[in-house]
């Protein structure tokens, strides 16, 4: 017996055997779906046992359209779809004693050769939204005691803003205690379930945190995270704004200086900035919630006061050996919030003795063929003239001394781009270990 199937204008004669190879594809299909979820189920358990260290990224071998990042045996990888942002994997075994973050001289991009000015910018996998390591009783404690002397210059929004700062705080009290349960616990009430946060390191514990507003929800991030953030949002004439934020890391700016000041005005310090404009507006405009992406940028200081480091006003104390200067890598985050539509771009700066490169393979090369070969302009920027003369001579006596030990080859000393292979390669480097000191 034949039925006649009619889909729009068209009229099909469909026989038993046709039914018959209908059912056994979806059969097939539903096979098929079964074993992606029992893999899918095997990846959770292996995330389970994640540890903090991931400091190669794996990004050179990642494909290229990436949706959150290139970690592809966690689960939330394949949480992908339309609109979807999956939770982070939890580290149930975190410890806060020996947490490092990713070792930044590797991921994003940070350090490169060729080194122009380019947006750099990745896909993030929301696992690495927030990141802690063993130094965050310090900075929590550097972040109260800045804020407490700069105020204002340190910590503000505007009226625009202050529903962001809310969301801003509420997605950190649904996201840290997913990713971090050792450290934090979701205070619930039978009415809200993220009612409030208690951190488990430092005893406070904050309530009904979506009554607050502003800079009083930017005041509880301050306690909860490492991380800085710099807040922007769309106005009427379809410009980026930045509209508050809490900076007290910054360096060599002041929030203060930038609030109410469009993106490109933000930027007017930064060379060859206009080139990238255009992008980065775009970027921005396009930005979705379901999107994170993150970047890094580098540069070198010569102490540790994260809010503003005294070569940026001062010179170089004469008596300072250049192993004791530090690369600061500012690890950027990028988000979207779905509810209130602000941009949220976090900073996390980290501090990595110059000294403590000795064992990474080529790095000490690279870091000076960038100083001697990239655009003049852009070095400037970077205040190179305040320290280069005494920074490579040094970097040339850590790579002469990496090739007398055998860590790296004479003639692969100019191939300074492969450096991450190198650290992959090369037995004794020490490819994760970036920063052995604590910051206190
Ligand atoms: C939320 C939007 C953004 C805000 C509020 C913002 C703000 C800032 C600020 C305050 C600085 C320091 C400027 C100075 O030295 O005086 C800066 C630097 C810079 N920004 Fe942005 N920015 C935003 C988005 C972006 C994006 C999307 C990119 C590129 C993907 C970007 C690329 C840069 C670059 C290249 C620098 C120079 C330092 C570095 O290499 O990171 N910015 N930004």
Not at 39 to 55: F, I, Q, V
Not at 191 to 203: A, F, H, R, S, W
Not at 236 to 258: A, Q, T
Not at 260 to 282: A, G, T
Request: charged share 25%; hydrophobic share 40%; net charge negative.
């Amino acid at each position: 017996m034949a039925y006649t199937l009619v889909l729009g204008d068209v009229s099909i004669a469909v026989g038993w055997d046709d039914l018959f190879a209908v059912a056994l594809l979806v059969s097939v299909a539903a096979i098929a779906r079964n074993a992606r979820a029992a893999r899918g189920a095997a990846e959770s358990g292996r995330a389970a046992n994640e540890t903090h260290s991931d400091p190669l990224g794996k990004q050179d071998n990642a494909p290229k359209a990436l949706r959150y990042g290139d970690d592809q045996s966690s689960p939330s990888w394949h949480a992908t779809g339309p609109g979807y942002l999956p939770d982070p994997d939890p580290l149930h075994r975190f410890d806060l004693q020996s947490a490092t973050v990713r070792d930044y001289v590797y991921v994003n991009k940070t350090l490169r050769y060729p080194y122009f000015q380019t947006m750099s910018h990745q896909p993030m996998h929301i696992n690495h939204w927030i990141e802690i390591d063993k130094d965050y009783q310090w900075y929590l404690d550097e972040k109260a005691r800045v804020i407490r002397e700069q105020g204002k210059h340190v910590i503000d929004s505007l009226p625009e803003n202050d529903d962001a700062c809310t969301e801003l705080l509420e997605s950190l009290v649904d996201y840290l205690p997913k990713r971090y349960p050792t450290l934090f616990e979701l205070v619930t009430t039978e009415k809200q379930p993220y009612y409030g946060i208690l951190n488990k390191v430092t005893g406070e514990r904050f309530t009904d945190v979506q009554s607050l507003r502003g800079v009083d929800a930017l005041l509880v991030v301050s306690r909860l995270v490492q991380d800085d953030f710099l807040m922007a949002r769309e106005r009427d004439d379809g410009k980026m704004y930045f509209v508050g934020g809490l900076i007290v890391f910054p360096g060599s700016y002041l929030l203060s200086e930038k609030i109410n000041k469009p993106l490109h005005e933000v930027h007017s310090s930064v060379p060859h900035i206009n080139k990238m404009m255009m992008s980065i507006e775009r970027t921005m405009a396009r930005f979705a919630p379901d999107r994170p992406f993150e970047r890094s940028s580098w540069w070198i200081a010569d102490d540790r006061q994260l809010f503003w480091h005294n070569i940026v006003s001062g010179s170089v104390p004469e008596d300072l050996h250049p192993k004791d200067l530090f690369l600061r890598i500012d690890h950027q985050t990028f988000r979207k919030l779905p509810r209130t539509k602000g941009i949220v771009f976090g900073v996390h700066p980290v501090l990595q003795r110059i000294g403590d490169l000795a064992n990474s393979p080529l790095v000490p090369a690279l870091l000076a063929k960038i100083h001697t070969d990239a655009d003049s302009e852009l070095m400037d920027y970077k205040k190179t003239e305040k320290y280069a003369a005494r920074l490579l001579p040094y970097l040339q006596e850590l790579t002469q001394d990496q090739i007398a030990r055998g860590v790296l080859r004479a003639e692969d000393v100019d191939d300074v781009a492969k450096f991450r292979e190198r650290a992959a390669t090369t037995a004794g480097g020490d490819i994760g270990g970036g920063r052995e000191e604590t910051m206190v």
